[in-house]
Nanobody
Framework: QVQLVESGGGLVQAGGSLRLSCAAS????????MAWYRQAPGMQRELVCD???????YCADYVTGRFTLTTDNAKNTMYLQMNSLKPEDTAVYYC???????????WGRGTQVTVSA
């Protein structure tokens, strides 16, 4: 099974920026879909952004224009650049991969992002 490890979370003031990384143990070029999800306390996990095998990126409305998903196939790493952060972006951010077109079968342990007002 593919291992995914997130990093880059932390505490930032509102309006600030962070870049999250998701390092994969396998070749992300072969993955069907990779995604960033987040889960705030007491809330359900929600999709932030994803990218499919054709390189098409989708981001949820609440982050469009502020967050950018990119990948580096040579490093087997996916990134999430987060700008203009808001307190409501506070959550644990998870990296996920659909490695075989069967749904998300690999998940990272998450990285905490806290945005102070």
């Amino acid at each position: 099974q593919v291992q995914l490890v997130e990093s880059g979370g932390g505490l930032v003031q509102a309006g600030g920026s962070l870049r999250l990384s998701c390092a994969a143990s396998g070749s992300i070029y072969s993955f069907h879909v990779m995604a960033w999800y987040r889960q705030a306390p007491g809330m359900q996990r929600e999709l932030v952004c994803d990218i499919n095998s054709a390189g098409v990126v989708y981001c949820a409305d609440y982050v469009t224009g502020r967050f950018t998903l990119t990948t580096d196939n040579a490093k087997n790493t996916m990134y999430l650049q987060m700008n203009s952060l808001k307190p409501e972006d506070t959550a644990v951010y998870y990296c996920a991969a659909d490695t075989a077109n069967v749904g998300f079968d690999s998940w990272g342990r998450g990285t905490q992002v806290t945005v102070s007002a």
